[in-house]
């Protein structure tokens, strides 16, 4: 499995981002995420969907702000991300894998990664 990240920029504050995650290899049963890195941070969750789309997980600080998705069809995940703050600043990864129940926020539960999209969010 290969994913390739795509979609980072430079935004102000109050704009909207997608970014999006193109799978190869055979991701449609597996859970998708989206975790990010700040300078200086440690990477942190951000998103998770399962394999079909029917569960989502958002960590607190992007609640009502970001939406994830994806299209087995199109072997892509996305992240909608709404109303950002320059907080949001960060290499945006995504990642998949089988991912136990209770497990989708955790970093070390996903089995492969992609190179990471930057999004700057200026003041």
């Known amino acids: 499995v290969q994913l390739q990240a795509s979609g980072g920029g430079l935004v102000q504050a109050g704009a909207s981002l997608r970014l999006s995650c193109a799978a190869s290899g055979r991701t449609f049963t597996y859970y998708m995420g989206w975790f990010r890195q700040a300078p200086g941070k440690e990477r942190e969750f951000v998103a998770a969907?399962?394999?079909?789309?029917?569960?989502?997980y958002y960590g607190d600080s992007v609640k009502g702000r970001f939406t994830i998705s994806r299209d087995n069809a199109k072997k892509g995940v996305y992240l909608q991300m709404n109303s950002l703050k320059p907080e949001d600043t960060a290499v945006y990864y995504c990642a998949a894998g089988v991912i136990q129940y209770g497990m989708a926020m955790k970093m070390n539960a996903y089995d492969y990664w992609g190179q990471g999209t930057e999004v700057t969010v200026s003041s």
């Open positions: 969907i399962g394999w079909n789309g029917g569960s989502t």
